[in-house]
Structure formats: C-alpha cells, structure tokens
C-alpha cells in the first residue's frame, strides 16, 4: 500500500519535473558542441561493446527528452560509463543548445531507417 | 486440406517476408497489438506525444531491447544486462516490469519499423555542410 503510493507520487513527480518550463537552447551553439558526441552517435551502424547493442539514434530525436536524458547522466540516475563521463562535462546551457540542435535536425518528411 | 495447408504457409511466408526484412528479432505484426498501451505517451506514430517523451519509430531495434532491460533491471540484476549499465524512471520501469522477452521483441520490431524522424549525427557537426553553420 505504502509502495504503491509512493510509486504513484514518485509518477506525480514525474509529470511535474518533465513539463517544467520549455528550455530555450541556441542550436547553432549546440551545433558545435556535438562535436565530441560525433565518435559514437555519428556513425551509422556503430555498436557499443560491451554488451553489444547500437548506439542510438539522437539526431531529430524530441527536445525535452534528450535534455533530460543528459541530466539523468549527469546526476549518475542513469548509468552507461561513457555518457556520464560526457554529461559530467557538460553545462545546463550546453545541454539546451545540443538538445535545440539535435531536435531541429528532425525532417519534415519521415524516412524509412 | 492439403489446400489449406498450403494457403497457411503462404500467409505465414507473407508475413515473415513483410515484416521479416525490417528486424531480426520479434514479429512486427504482433508488436502494433501490444504496442497499444505504449501509445499514450510515444503516439501512434511512434515519434512522441509531447517533447519530454522519446521518438521510438525508427530507432535500432537492440538499443530498445536494451533500454527495456535496462528498465527491467532497475536497479537490481538482470541476465542480459550489464550492472553498470542501469536507468531509472517510474513510469518506464511499472511499463516494462510485465513484459515477457516475447513481448520486447515483437514490440521493438514494430517500433523500429515505423517511419521514423530520427539518424545518426554523421554529416551533422561542425565542418559538414548542411547549411546551418552559414548562418553563423
């Protein structure tokens, strides 16, 4: 009883966290601050090591997700070595560029992957 | 019979053959079905209904195998998931918590089939030109 409590005011607090104020990033800042990011997320095909997986697609994915993706490294709430150590780097303002960047990279026709 | 048998195969080898191509693990068909109660939040279309939600059509298909694992884990240990690799997030882990390995296979192949907004970054940093760096 308590737990599912507890579950359903942590998913309030949720809610609440992820519509908080819509960021204002300037993609042509966080154009180049991709740059280091390009290693792994910029080549198609490219598989982590270990376990072995793709690293996902980031370009055109939705803005106030990906801001808060890099947060969750950044705190260590999300683990995966190599992008806490790139979140760890990173400015709340070079956080709002990438992720203006990275969502404007988004076609306006959708493609086949 | 004999007939009938034939036409099952034939419907069986369609449908491996349309959906077969797009990923290697789960059946696409079976995944739109299950994929209902992943709508609310990732739409119908698989591109998100708000901003703080992930576009997942179009995404590699393992990364979303992985991401749910990651999910499942949830802090404690799962088989196919490294202990350093983890995430944390209440609504995904209460979605994913039910989910059979039949069940994240047949869904990310939907997923990953659908039209999608997403690619690698190659071609689109500093030095590429895309036309974004001209304006300054």
């Known amino acids: 009883m308590i737990r599912s409590m507890l579950t359903v005011a942590l998913m309030a607090g949720f809610v609440c966290f992820a519509s908080t104020a819509f960021a204002k990033g300037d993609p042509a800042k966080g154009r180049l601050e991709v740059y280091s990011c390009h290693g792994c997320h910029g080549v198609t095909g490219y598989e982590s090591v270990y376990p072995e997986y793709h690293v996902p697609r980031i370009a055109g994915q939705n803005e106030q997700y990906i801001i808060d993706a890099l947060n969750e490294y950044k ?10 150590a790139q979140a760890h780097s990173l400015t709340e303002q070079q956080i709002e560029n990438i992720a203006a960047y990275l969502s404007s990279l988004a076609p306006k026709q959708l493609h086949k992957n | 019979m004999q007939q009938r048998i034939i036409l099952v195969s034939l419907a069986a080898a369609a449908l ?14 079976a995944g739109a079905k299950k994929a209902v109660a992943c709508e609310a939040c990732h739409g119908k279309d698989g591109n998100g209904t708000a901003p703080n939600y992930p576009a997942l059509a179009g995404q590699y298909q393992d990364y979303l195998i992985e991401a749910l694992h990651e999910y499942q884990t949830n802090g404690r240990t799962h088989p196919l998931v490294s202990g350093i690799h983890h995430r944390d997030n209440a609504i995904m882990n209460a979605m994913a918590a039910p989910l059979t390995e039949q069940d994240i296979e047949d869904i990310t192949a939907y997923f990953s089939s659908l039209p999608s907004k997403l690619s690698d970054l190659s071609g689109k940093v500093q030095g590429s030109d895309d036309g974004l760096h001209s304006r300054g």
């Open chain 1, 75 to 84: 705190s260590d709430a999300r683990h995966y070595p190599t992008m806490n």
């Open chain 2, 16 to 29: 491996a053959l349309g959906f077969g191509t797009a990923s290697a693990k789960g059946n696409a068909a």
